[in-house]
């Protein structure tokens, strides 16, 4: 149980344009998740904290109006990456926070901006 | 501020062989928990183990095994017997009590070599 399904597995796109990924939790009710970014060979840094219905909170020197992050509904979240650049090229995992502090994890999005 | 270590950056060992991945934390919350997590090539985290602050004991599973210690805040994970599929990236992780974030270490690349 608890499965995140992330999708695309991978996407490459041209610089400028934009990037959606989805994050849906199967089979819970996902109050909180989590937006997660990972550079080669880095470890994964927290970019955002989305709740259901509520506007998202990011992280100190994550750029808002460039990663919109939308929670319309308990099992769907989305991270937009807006007028990509090849700096943004990395490896987006979401996750879920569970009762009892437990997390589930997405398979991750690895991002290439051409 | 919290804080997760893990010093050892790459580790190379001959399979059958134990090898112990260290983490210290830093944390002035009196609950928290703590994680260990792996990740394969494919960049999907895998769940080895939660601990609470409260749970001392230490924890066998198969091969692996953990060794939580307060006093020193550490909470370090052995590998006994070693296998080429052990071979990933894991990361040790710390999360605060309420509402605190969870967050990584730098991770220690495993290589297993047969």
């Known amino acids: 149980g608890a499965v995140v399904s992330q999708h695309p597995s991978w996407v490459i796109c041209k610089s400028g344009t934009s990037v959606k990924i989805e994050c849906r939790s199967l089979?819970?009710?996902?109050?909180?998740m989590f937006w997660y970014r990972q550079f080669p060979k880095q470890s994964l840094m927290l970019m955002a904290t989305s709740n259901e219905g509520s506007k998202a909170t990011y992280e100190q020197g994550v750029e808002k109006d460039k990663f919109l992050i939308n929670h319309a509904s308990l099992t769907l979240s989305t991270l937009t990456v807006t007028s990509a650049h090849p700096e943004d090229s990395s490896f987006y995992i979401c996750s879920a926070e569970l009762g009892n502090y437990g997390y589930t994890f997405g398979s991750g999005t690895r991002l290439t901006v051409v | 501020a919290q804080k997760v270590t893990q010093v050892q950056t790459e580790i190379s060992v001959v399979e059958k062989e134990d090898v112990t991945l260290d983490c210290v934390y830093e944390?002035?919350?009196?609950?928290?928990?703590l994680f260990w997590y792996k990740q394969p090539p494919s960049g999907e985290l895998v769940f080895l183990i939660r601990r609470n602050s409260f749970d001392e004991q230490n924890e066998i599973s198969g091969r692996y095994s953990w060794n939580f210690q307060k006093s020193t805040s550490s909470f370090n994970f052995t590998i006994t017997a070693s296998q080429v599929v052990d071979s990933a990236v894991y990361f040790c992780?710390?999360?605060?009590?309420?509402?605190?974030?969870?967050?990584f270490g730098q991770g220690t690349e495993l290589s297993v070599k047969p």
């Open positions: 089979d819970f009710q996902a109050t909180t």
């Open positions: 992780a710390l999360k605060g009590g309420q509402g605190g974030k969870l967050i």
């Open positions: 944390t002035r919350d009196t609950t928290y928990y």
